[in-house]
């Protein structure tokens, strides 16, 4: 664990671990913060703390066969930021694909940036990634912009993807060669 500050705040920064079964709740209160503000993200309905555990497990397992790395963003024991590499299967274990969520209140203070960063160096590191996939919903103008400040390339715009605020957007996929 390591800490950070990002403008006025001092952020711990640790990887997922074993010990993060213990914080399914924080955890739960993170993603339905997302899924409250309407985020642009995937889910669109509050999990349940048994979901939540469920998906933790599922997060440990493939962080411990070597399939993820992730890490995640704490300020006095809320957890305000996660971001993980997963790796591809057979042929395509040379591709993560990365997701990064960051609470309202955090964003635009270069949490994002720096866990991005970090994530990617822990996925080349430890599962051996030359290429990092993103997807993201086209509307999501922050989140594109960061990527592209970050090298990532546009190479895949797929129409009508998501449904978002009672609109269908497209889904951009963005690529980095490490």
Do not use: C
């Not at 591709?95 to 209140?105: E, N, P």
């Not at 993201?136 to 129409?159: C, D, H, M, Q, W």
């Amino acid at each position: 664990m390591i800490t950070e500050i990002f403008k006025d705040k001092k952020l711990e920064i640790r990887e997922l671990s074993q010990y993060s079964l213990k914080d399914a709740k924080r955890f739960l209160n993170f993603i339905n913060s997302l899924i409250g503000e309407r985020a642009q993200i995937l889910l669109n309905k509050e999990m349940s703390l048994k979901e939540e555990r469920i998906w933790l497990k599922g997060q440990l397992k493939e962080v411990k066969g070597n399939k993820k790395v992730s890490l995640v963003a704490e300020d006095n024991n809320m957890i305000v930021g996660s971001v993980e590499v997963g790796v591809g299967n057979g042929r395509a274990d040379r591709v993560g694909t990365l997701h990064i969520a960051i609470r309202d209140g955090y964003r635009r203070i270069g949490l994002g940036k720096y866990l991005m960063e970090s994530v990617i160096k822990l996925a080349k590191r430890r599962l051996k990634v030359k290429i990092i996939r993103i997807p993201v919903f086209a509307t999501n103008k922050p989140a594109v912009g960061l990527y592209r400040s970050r090298g990532f390339k546009e190479v895949a715009r797929i129409p009508k993807q998501f449904r978002y605020k009672g609109k269908i957007v497209d889904e951009i996929i963005f690529l980095r060669y490490l």
